[in-house]
């Protein structure tokens, strides 16, 4: 009831057009969508699922003056259709099947604080500091895309420095082990540097981090076993991870090229003897020595006002051999936002910003998230047919960049079949339908069509047996303000 008041109040400050020292400023979005999924663990009759999802969110800022203003991000009305008076799971594993986050991140219609922090410039400096909880993004979204805590600084415009406070400790309060001393409670922090650009017609975006968790004592790490959802099976844990990268935008008449290349390396210092863990199946077996690479490319040629071409390149790097050597890594934690296709790629993600499983990377069916050892080449098409319409077309062909071997469950434990394996993910056909009813409201209808190869079953299912297509439908109502 406290919650509801607040909110009740705060929204009739805002709008009522009362004088305050600082004038406030509000923008949002409301979305509601009709999703159809069908086959998605690429098996006949085994995954078929509707439903309606709904959110409002809005972006609050307080503005003392030019030099001082406060931003925050909530969401409210943020439910699934049906679902909204089921009670909550006081358990925080195990109860939503691949997340708990459906419990825990207020998804029945209640009120949730994305980011609150305040921003101010430093007199007569060129500095500008952000304090509280925000966004962290570098480059294109593949490797970090999140909200945490900390501080990010940028100097002279174009210089970025930034520190996160991942997680800290037990309930946020000890840096010590337990009372049994069989649980670490020691901190994990980001760092974060960008450097932006611009040479001609060419833009640029110099970046990089530095990431380590001292809470592995216990043998479990933040990433990811903390995360309380299910990543890719046979994934490193992830104690210390640094990365560089660089982004690169270019336009020239009609052409315009969007590219990044970025370099992982880092340490699983845990030593996994099975390949189960706290997520069942979950644990890549390695050295302790962990590297990857992400390569992105995306090219478009206008043709005339009512015709766009387009192509898309991506390669991330995969791992040769989940029961020893390296292991691979291509990102150390991300909101789903990068977007290549609707069902083999993921979209937004239930254990992040969202609240809705939406491509195969989705938790409960695991398949790979980004560029994660995926080989995908994909060509497209933008088309206005009609005055406030568009339509995109795409098709791709996905390929695993490392093999991918067929595996099992048995009575002790999981078996890899490194005699079975396959590159051949699959192929995949999308379409977009937009209709600007408004300037504000946007009516759309998307999908996909996603043929599974026999990579595809090896990574989600374990075998090939009988793969059957996933496809797709989802209706959008999309009302910015």
């Not at 901190?187 to 974060?192: I, N, P, Q, S």
């Not at 995360?227 to 890719?232: A, H, P, R, S």
């Not at 434990?413 to 009813?437: A, C, L, P, Q, R």
Request: charge should be negative; aromatic fraction near 14%; hydrophobic fraction near 40%.
């Amino acid at each position: 009831m406290i919650k509801r008041i607040t909110i009740v109040t705060l929204l009739i400050v805002i709008f009522s057009g009362s004088t305050f020292a600082t004038d406030f400023k509000a923008n949002g979005v409301y979305t509601a969508w009709a999703q159809s999924q069908h086959a998605f663990t690429l098996t006949e009759d085994a995954y078929d699922h509707n439903y309606v999802v709904q959110m409002l969110r809005f972006n609050l800022q307080g503005i003392a003056n030019e030099n001082l203003k406060f931003v925050t991000r909530f969401d409210i009305a943020q439910g699934w259709w049906g679902v909204d008076n089921a009670l909550k799971s006081k358990l925080r594993t195990g109860t939503s099947g691949g997340s708990a986050l459906f419990d825990f991140k207020d998804t029945n219609f209640l009120f949730h604080v994305d980011q609150a922090y305040v921003d101010f410039n430093v007199p007569n400096q060129p500095i500008n500091v952000k304090i509280g909880r925000m966004w962290y993004g570098l480059g294109n979204k593949m490797m970090v895309d999140n909200n945490y805590e900390g501080i990010q600084v940028k100097l002279f415009g174009n210089l970025s420095l930034g520190w996160a406070k991942v997680s800290e400790g037990a309930d946020n309060t000890t840096d010590s082990f337990d009372a049994e001393l069989n649980v670490d409670n020691r901190d994990a922090d980001l760092f974060t540097g960008s450097y932006k650009g611009k040479t001609g017609d060419l833009a640029y975006d110099a970046f990089g981090f530095f990431y380590k968790d001292k809470s592995i004592e216990d043998g479990n790490a933040y990433v990811h076993d903390h995360f309380q959802f299910f990543k890719t099976r046979f994934s490193p844990q992830v104690t210390q991870l640094a990365a560089v990268g660089l982004t690169g935008s270019y336009k020239i008449g009609k052409l315009s090229i969007d590219g990044e290349f970025n370099y992982l390396t880092g340490k699983d210092e845990i030593e996994n003897e099975t390949y189960a863990g706290a997520k069942p199946d979950s644990y890549d077996l390695n050295d302790g020595t962990l590297s990857g690479y992400n390569i992105y490319a995306k090219l478009n040629y206008a043709k005339c006002d009512a015709m766009k071409l387009g192509a898309v390149f991506g390669l991330g790097s995969g791992d040769s051999d989940l029961t020893g050597g390296a292991g691979n890594v291509n990102k150390l934690r991300t909101s789903g936002f990068f977007y290549i296709t609707e069902i083999w790629e993921d979209s937004i993600m239930p254990d992040e910003e969202g609240i809705t499983p939406q491509g195969l990377g989705a938790p409960n069916v695991r398949a790979y998230r980004e560029l994660e050892n995926t080989t995908i080449v994909q060509v497209n098409g933008t088309f206005k047919p009609m005055d406030k319409t568009s339509l995109f077309l795409s098709g791709s062909y996905i390929m695993a960049t490392q093999p991918i071997a067929a595996w099992s469950n048995t009575d002790t434990g999981v078996v890899i079949d490194n005699n079975t394996t396959s590159k051949d993910i699959g192929m995949e056909v999308d379409f977009n339908i937009t209709y600007s009813m408004y300037k504000q409201m946007k009516l759309i209808l998307r999908g996909g069509y996603f043929m599974p190869g026999d990579a595809a079953g090896y990574l989600i299912k374990g075998n090939a047996t009988d793969l059957v297509p996933a496809w797709e439908m989802k209706a959008l109502v999309l009302f910015k303000f």
